[in-house]
């Protein structure tokens, strides 16, 4: 079944519903911007998560040992690279957590060289000048159907209860990866975030991309 992670939580409340709801994973973003979480405050809620839900922190080209300062003080069990991080940078960091990088996806395609970075999975989001992530925006998702990619693949961008089952079933993601489609009025919405998890459940259990 397709994993769910939550981005862009700020407050404990939302983030131990959404867990108990059954997302996988929970995001913290540490880059600037209305979604960014304190490090206390992200401290605090990863250490009150339960134990099988993956803690995230989102950065965009922050100084390695910035990122790795972050990932020991809050606890992080993954760090999700938003940036220009080249495969050196991704490469240094896993040796002490594991990375997620994201690449940005326009009209012309996949980057080419998304299978070279050696990381634990790669997330695909879309391509909005201006913005590293968390538009609300999807990209045309058969773009990402049979990759061919050796690393597990994270869907995001534009992610909604309404259309994530499409997404899942058309792309067959490892995970997806949702904030905006989650919210109201720019706040997470534990209705929407339930529904979310529930209608992903309904995407089945077809062979991964991985
Ligand atoms: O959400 C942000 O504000 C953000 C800022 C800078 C870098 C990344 C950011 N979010 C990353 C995410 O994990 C989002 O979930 C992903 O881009 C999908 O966002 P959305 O289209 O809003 O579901």
Redesign the pocket.
């Known amino acids: 079944m397709v994993k769910v992670k939550i ?2 939580l700020t407050d404990l409340e939302t983030a131990l519903f959404a867990a108990a709801a059954g997302a996988a994973a929970l ?1 913290f ?1 540490f ?1 600037p ?3 960014r979480a304190g490090p206390e405050q992200a401290r605090l809620i990863c250490r009150a998560l339960p134990p099988f839900v993956s803690r995230v922190g ?1 950065f ?1 080209d922050a100084p390695l040992p910035e990122v790795a300062q972050m990932v020991d003080y809050c606890g992080l069990d993954a760090v ?1 690279l ?1 940036g220009s991080e080249p495969p050196d940078y991704c490469r240094a960091l896993g040796e002490r957590v594991r990375v997620i990088k ?1 690449f940005r996806v326009g009209g012309a395609g996949l980057p080419a060289d998304m299978g070279d970075y050696p990381v634990a999975a790669v997330l695909l ?2 391509l909005v000048p201006g913005r ?6 999807a990209f045309d998702w058969r773009l990402a159907q049979n990759t061919g990619l050796k690393t597990p693949l994270i869907l ?4 909604t209860p309404e259309n994530v089952a499409r997404a899942a079933a058309l792309v067959k993601p490892y995970a997806v ?5 989650v919210e109201t009025d720019g706040r997470k919405d534990r209705k929407k975030i339930a529904r979310l998890i529930r209608a992903a459940g309904e995407a089945g259990s077809a062979p991964l991309q991985m």
């Not at 590293?132 to 925006?137: E, F, K, L």
């Not at 995001?156 to 992610?159: E, S, V």
């Open positions: 981005c862009g995001g973003v880059a911007g209305r979604r989102v965009v999700q938003h994201a989001d879309t590293a992530g968390g538009s609300g925006r995001a961008g534009g992610l990866d949702v904030s905006s489609g």
